[in-house]
């Protein structure tokens, strides 16, 4: 599968999506860090595609963001499969099927997890989808819900999703609990069962799966990938931006683009001042970079300047240079 297309080519490694925290600055920004890095869209439901305004606010993204998959919430084959036409002609490298979010908002709708008690809905989503465009449709999953047995129910789901024609399954290797726990305690709470995963990829060999769960390091990713295709971080790779700076040479024998986090943060600025210039507001471009300097020296003095400063009226360039400009420029290049 390797090469077939860019997501395809790019899917060793890849950043979860998580909610208000991949936007589309987040994504620009961590491709100061890593080139070749799959990055995923926060989950956008069919509905906000088809009937919100303007369209641009839930799809747009820049172009360096490529490799780009959009992430969707949806059950309904006909408006997913819409949705998924309309993110191939704005230019995304793939289509995924949220099947894993266990919020209680998305339950209602037949949205997340809970569609793992209805694979044949799945199927029939993926089928649609697979007919109306030419980019990979792929699914992130949980291993189970509730009391869904880990072994004869997930092989069941990923027999009939497969049946349908999706080929690639990144599976969040937790149950989901749908009743008795919040949507934070669900990417807690639930034990980690990677063996599953990697059975899964013993007994589907000719499937692309991908794990993504509990990972803290780019070392214990690399390690995954004795069992499985390929790993998604998520928290980490958020609340920690620098570790994407070993991506490239880790997982993909190629030098990053970052040769140190002050480096990072100016390749950045002439996208803060383009999107300065659109009217976005300068907290809600930083607020990404607030982790990039976490154990160094000036690294609070960084982020409680741009805290305490970044959302005023007005605030500029000025206020991100000053912050950059409270952390000394000397610092370990070794982001694993």
């Not at 890849?14 to 987040?26: F, I, K, L, Q």
């Not at 697979?130 to 980019?135: D, K, L, M, S």
């Not at 295709?229 to 970052?258: C, H, K």
Request: hydrophobic fraction near 40%.
């Amino acid at each position: 599968m390797v090469g077939k297309t860019p997501a395809d080519a790019a899917r060793r490694f890849s950043v979860a999506p998580m909610m208000e925290w991949t936007t589309r600055d987040y994504r620009a920004f961590a491709r100061t860090l890593t080139r070749r890095a799959l990055l995923y869209t926060e989950m956008v439901t069919t509905g906000a595609i088809l009937h919100g305004t303007p369209r641009e606010r839930f799809l747009g993204f820049d172009a360096v963001e490529h490799p780009l998959a959009l992430q969707l919430g949806g059950s309904d084959p006909g408006e997913l499969a819409e949705c998924a036409a309309i993110a191939e002609a704005w230019g995304y490298d793939e289509v995924n099927l949220n099947v894993g979010c266990p919020s209680d908002r998305v339950q209602n709708n037949l949205i997340g997890a809970c569609l793992m008690g209805h694979p044949e809905k799945v199927a029939a989503a993926v089928r649609a989808m697979r007919e109306a465009v030419a980019i990979p449709v792929t699914v992130k999953c949980r291993i189970g819900i509730d009391d869904q047995d880990e072994d004869a129910d997930l092989s069941h789901f990923i027999a009939t999703v497969a049946d349908a024609g999706c080929d690639t399954f990144i599976v969040h290797a937790r149950k989901a609990w749908l009743q008795g726990l919040s949507p934070k305690e669900n990417r807690d709470i639930p034990p980690l069962n990677y063996p599953r995963v990697h059975r899964l990829k013993a007994t589907r060999p000719e499937l692309h799966i991908g794990i993504n769960g509990g990972l803290k390091s780019l070392a214990a990713g690399r390690e995954q990938l004795e069992h499985v295709d390929s790993v998604m971080l998520g928290r980490e790779a958020y609340q920690n931006p620098w570790l994407l700076a070993g991506v490239d040479e880790t997982f993909y024998g190629e030098p990053g683009p970052a040769a140190s986090r002050h480096a990072a943060a100016r390749a950045f600025r002439p996208y803060i001042a383009r999107r300065l210039a659109e009217g976005a507001r300068l907290n809600h471009l930083t607020r990404h970079l607030l982790g990039l300097f976490q154990g160094q020296p000036g690294g609070r003095k960084f982020r409680r300047h741009l805290s305490e400063n970044a959302h005023r009226d007005g605030a500029g360039l000025a206020v991100f240079d000053d912050a950059l400009g409270l952390v000394p420029e000397c610092e370990p290049a070794d982001a694993a």
